[in-house]
């Protein structure tokens, strides 16, 4: 009951906000107001490696202060305007008590790392956050804890006795030598000589059991302390590894783990990381929403689009439109979650350049989807950074760049040649009206003021183009269509060959280029600048 009249009164108080800054803002450019995310399936989602994004005390370590410091930056609350990038949700990296820098192995999933701050700042945080209907999810590692933990410990010291009855006992995965699983990794367990934990990842990341009713219902003990805080779901780290090579076993376990919690919670939002292709991904989306990986990295459907490699748009939104309707049939609270890279990937900068005008198509691609798209922190102003020859994930985490003396700094063992950094700060960006930076914000809010993008009916445009083509987007009695164009020349299409409705109007101009309808012999031409994009209606 009391969780109930607190997310009232949380409902009451977003739409008096929704209301001052709607009454407050009528001079949008296009004079359309923006859509009030609220308890839809479409945030811009903005993560956050939080050791690496922003330090506010001095230690060069990224903190939740730093986020704190940055929320203007990040979202002013005002959806129609200001100087700010307008992401709606942030997904923080994990924030738990950890021995390592990128905090992927608990120690204590109760315990805010002092690195980061404490449990105060992370409810300053979410109080902030929650005041400009931005949401917060937080990673989560529920297959392996830190070797360090307590219960691992105990677990070990059972073993160690051969104390069967202790309750740890079977607290992770283990095996006799000869049970060990095919395809599974292994560690010495302890003393024993004989017995060995599951360790997939590394052997200091032990793997819980969940077999084990006492493990599940602990972890639910843990999702649910955050969520009574205040956070509004997780994203949860390597989902298809509870059970290693199980997916029909890891959907039911998602499934199961979640009920109790998502009646409590009704909005409570989930991203699972199931590393895979999109078959075993569908699976997935039985129980929670996924991320979107055949869209990412350096040959994924959208680099692949906005490099403008000949029909790779039409790939794209094929792919887009059936992958798009198979989600939404799953749940009605599903969404399609694409992103560029993330934390373990190499940053999208170095394969979609600024210069060359791809980066501004990438945005396009990504930000003009349905769902709930996702920013890599430092995405936005075109931040490099790649393993490279040293093969360090630390070169993927860079410190951000704001340029105006934040003290954070890069993680430890990194290597990246900082003359690699060609596109500017934070702060020269800001002052650049044609920078990539100010271009994802115009992205951003334009997605916000039509609904069709985030939450409409896709249908692919394909115009027989090689580098031009886009989608036919219907959500209520909203029906437009984006069209993209991925060549690095300008290119005319012919809208009125495109079935019966007749696109007309340019609504937006999105990238470098310029666009305009109407030719002398065909009035249903459509010319569009390269690498730029077009809403019509
Ligand atoms: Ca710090
Ligand atoms: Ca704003
Ligand atoms: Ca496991």
Redesign the pocket.
């Known amino acids: 009951m009391k969780q109930k009249t607190i997310r009232i009164l949380a409902l009451l108080v977003t739409f008096a906000l929704a209301a001052a800054s709607l009454a407050g803002c009528a001079s949008g450019k296009t004079g359309k107001a923006a859509v009030d995310p609220i308890d839809d399936n479409c945030r811009v989602i903005y993560q956050i490696f939080v050791g690496s994004f922003s330090d506010s005390d001095g230690d060069g370590t990224g903190d939740l202060r730093g986020i704190i410091n940055r929320m203007d930056y990040l979202n002013d609350g005002d959806i129609n305007g200001g100087n700010d990038l307008g992401v709606q949700l942030l997904w923080l990296s994990p924030v738990f008590q950890s021995p390592s820098y990128h905090k992927y192995d608990t120690i204590d999933y109760y315990t805010i790392d002092p690195k980061f701050g404490d449990e105060a700042a992370m409810k300053e945080l979410l109080e902030l956050c929650h005041a400009r209907n931005v949401k917060v999810i937080l990673d989560i590692a529920l297959?392996?804890s830190s070797s360090s933990c307590v219960w691992f410990q105990k677990f070990v010291g059972a073993h160690n006795n051969g104390d069967t009855s202790n309750e740890y006992y079977d607290w992770y995965?283990w095996a006799d030598a000869d049970h060990r699983r095919n395809g599974c990794s292994y560690a010495k367990l302890g003393t024993t000589g004989t017995q060995f934990y599951?360790c997939?990842f590394d052997t200091g990341m032990p793997?819980?059991n969940y077999d084990n009713p006492k493990v599940r219902e602990e972890m639910e003990k843990v999702c649910r302390y955050w969520l009574d805080l205040g956070v509004d779901g997780f994203r949860f780290d390597a989902v298809k590894?509870?059970?290693?090579g199980e997916a029909a076993r890891n959907v039911a376990f998602w499934k199961d783990f979640l009920k109790g919690m998502k009646e409590s919670y009704p909005d409570m939002y989930t991203v699972g990381e199931c590393w895979s292709g999109n078959s075993e991904i569908l699976q997935y989306y039985d129980a929670l929403n996924c991320f979107d990986f055949s869209v990412a990295t350096a040959d994924g459907m959208i680099a692949n689009a906005a490099k403008g490699k000949a029909n790779q748009i039409n790939v794209f939104t094929k792919y887009v439109t059936s992958v798009n309707a198979k989600i939404r049939e799953k749940r009605d609270d599903a969404f399609f979650v694409p992103f560029i890279a993330n934390h373990d990937m190499d940053r999208a900068a170095g394969y979609l350049t600024v210069s060359a005008g791809s980066a501004f198509m990438g945005a396009n691609l990504l930000l003009l989807s349905p769902g709930s798209p996702v920013i890599y922190y430092g995405e936005e102003i075109a931040m490099k950074g790649s393993r490279g020859s040293s093969n360090t994930d630390a070169n993927r985490r860079l410190a951000m760049l704001w340029g105006d003396g934040d003290t954070v700094r890069d993680p430890q063992g990194t290597s990246f040649d900082s003359s690699k950094q060609v596109n500017g700060t934070v702060q020269d960006q800001l002052a650049d009206e044609a920078s990539i930076l100010n271009h994802y914000a115009k992205v951003i809010s334009i997605r916000g003021r039509y609904p069709a993008i985030g939450r409409g009916t896709y249908a692919a445009i394909d115009f027989g183009d090689k580098f031009c083509g886009g989608f036919d987007i219907t959500y209520g009695d909203e029906r437009i269509a984006v069209i993209h164009n991925t060549g690095n020349a300008e290119t005319t299409v012919d809208l009125g060959k495109y079935g019966a409705y007749g696109f007309s109007e340019i609504l937006e101009t999105v990238g470098p280029g310029e666009a305009k309808t109407g030719g002398a012999s065909n009035p249903h031409e459509l010319t569009v600048g390269p690498y730029t994009s077009v809403i019509l209606k």
């Open positions: 297959n392996h995965s599951e997939n793997e819980l590894y509870i059970y290693f």
